[in-house]
């Protein structure tokens, strides 16, 4: 059979499987400040992109100095549909701006949030189609995701989460690199942080990348919003975008080592897409295996919590049972780490002296050393090269430089 009539036989598919959906089709949101280049890529993406209806285009603009950036969306020649310019009538900051954009979802029923130093997949909006549509009853949900992140955010390590049958996987961790909301998941969210003290401190169960963010960051709170509702976000397998880390409000320092580009969705595919309860690939805002499978892993054992990457502090640990690279006095198994990703080992029982299984109260905080020795390698090895390392510590070092200057500069104020 030629590839053109297999194109073709799978595009008639799709078709009759999206005009079944009793959804409304959602609206692609587009949110831009004064990074004009920026928003031009991502237009052209958007444009070039698949659609076999009509689409409704939301441009948002925060106000600023930024009349360029308007009259481009202006101008914007939208191929596919209706467009709409909406030009904020003041300031409003990245995070409130995300929250006005989220609220269009009482109007339109869904929506598509993309922020402009993003790429889109050509078949994007198929997919956001096709999770909606499976997803849209299940209150576990609270987001859909159109990145697959490619590190776990607060190590810098590399991030794969467990190979299944399906096209997604589940984090707490939410996504701010292509959303996608129903009103449902929208109205929940919004109704908790109208309603909830806000404040994240140490005493929060997160990360501390998340807990460090600053103020003016929306994710922190949709992330706290996750663990404290036991919600999930639904990630893909392989993304429907990328990101250029282009410097804006919270990008201080532009990524030149490409970190969080990832290979995008170049053909047509129906998804196979996995709920919640079935699925062992889940995790937690740790990037860390969620306790709600961890008896997937271990049969005879419940109330286990895993800590592969080494970052939970123990005293915010409350399960009796931990699977842990720190020292553990009394282990119960010890697993190897050399299969990735690193739950792997336990899956296949791969015995060792690199990852221990066992009560909580017998570890202490201390990663193990040989651990902390290979740490690099085994992350890292196949997939970043020396010049790359290099740039990474002087991107690190002048992160701690603006960071310094910035708490210097509060204390002068006041």
């Known amino acids: 059979m030629k590839f053109g009539v297999v194109i073709q036989q799978n595009l008639l598919k799709r078709l009759k499987m999206e005009n079944n959906c009793n959804i409304k089709k959602p609206v692609i949101v587009v949110i831009a400040f004064n990074r004009i280049n920026s928003l031009k890529r991502l237009l052209e993406s958007i444009n070039k992109s698949f659609f076999h209806e009509k689409i409704k285009l ?10 360029n950036v308007f009259e481009y969306a202006k101008e914007f020649n939208w191929e596919h549909g209706e467009k709409e310019v909406i030009y904020q009538e003041q300031n409003l900051g990245l995070k409130r701006h995300i929250i006005k954009c989220g609220d269009l979802t009482e109007k339109y029923g ?13 078949y994007f909006y198929s997919y956001a189609k096709q999770a909606i549509n499976f997803y849209k009853d299940d209150n576990s949900i609270s987001q859909i995701s159109l990145f697959k992140y490619p590190m776990n955010n607060n190590t810098k390590d590399s991030f794969s989460p467990l190979n299944d049958s399906s096209d997604n996987f589940f984090m707490k961790v939410a996504s701010s690199w292509g959303q996608i909301w129903t009103y449902n998941q929208w109205q929940d ?6 309603k909830n003290d806000l404040s994240i401190t140490e005493e929060d169960n997160l990360p501390d990348f998340v807990i460090k963010w600053k103020e003016t960051s929306w994710l922190k709170y949709f992330i706290k919003y996750n663990e404290v509702n036991n919600k999930y976000v639904v990630y893909p397998r392989t993304s429907l975008t990328t990101n250029f880390s282009d410097l804006g409000t919270n990008v201080s320092i532009s990524n030149k080592l490409y970190l969080y580009q990832q290979p995008l969705l170049m053909e047509e595919k129906m998804f196979n897409f996995k709920k919640l309860d079935e699925s062992f ?3 937690d805002s740790y990037y860390e295996i969620d306790k709600s499978v961890s008896t997937k892993f271990l049969k005879k054992y419940e109330d286990i919590e895993f800590d592969l990457y080494g970052t939970k502090k123990l005293n915010k640990i409350k399960s009796k049972y931990l699977v842990s690279i720190k020292n553990c006095n009394v282990p119960i198994k ?4 050399e299969l990735k990703p690193h739950e792997l080992n336990l899956i296949c029982e791969l015995e060792g002296d690199d990852i221990s299984f066992g009560l909580t109260k017998d570890f202490d905080d201390n990663i193990k050393s040989s651990v902390k020795k290979e740490n690099f390698k085994y992350f890292w090895t196949h997939s970043i090269d020396y010049s790359s390392i290099i740039y990474l510590i002087n991107i690190r070092l002048k992160q701690q430089y603006i960071n310094l200057k910035n708490k210097i500069s509060k204390k002068l104020k006041r």
Do not use: Q
Request: net charge negative.
């Open 58 to 67: 939301i441009i948002s603009i925060d106000k600023g100095n930024n009349n």
């Open 110 to 122: 869904s929506i598509i949030l993309l922020e402009d130093d993003l790429y889109v997949s050509p």
């Open 189 to 194: 969210f919004r109704t908790w942080f109208n």
């Open 281 to 283: 690939s889940v995790y």
């Open 334 to 337: 010890i697993y190897s780490r």
